[in-house]
Nanobody
């Protein structure tokens, strides 16, 4: 069954770093653009970064120059390196195809707090 499993979240102090991973189990992973999304309490889910099948990347203005998305097609995995984290980055982070979604995974909680 096709699924997405996110991991790597946790509690980190402002200015710290985390690396999120998303293991995808669906066919032809390498042909799909993928995205990292986040949902903070009381807010709608938003796209923070995306990567095409060719490796081109795009970021939300709020995370540009701090976050980096990458993929390893051999491992069917997408990564999100997050640096210089801020309290406003606190959210549950999800990965999914972009722009068309499949079923969402459970997400991984990122909490930025001192």
């Amino acid at each position: 069954q096709a699924q997405l499993v996110e991991s790597g979240g946790g509690l980190v102090q402002p200015g710290g770093s985390l690396r999120l991973s998303c293991a995808a189990s669906f066919s032809f992973f390498s042909i799909y653009a993928m995205g990292w999304y986040r949902q903070a309490p009381g807010k709608e889910r938003e796209l923070v970064a995306r990567i095409t099948n060719g490796g081109s990347t795009n970021y939300a203005e709020s995370v540009k120059d701090r976050f980096a998305i990458s993929r390893d097609n051999a491992k069917n995995t997408v990564y999100l390196q997050m640096n210089s984290l801020k309290p406003e980055d606190t959210a549950v982070y999800y990965c999914n195809k972009w722009p068309s979604f499949m079923s969402w995974g459970q997400g991984t909680q990122v909490t930025v707090s001192s």
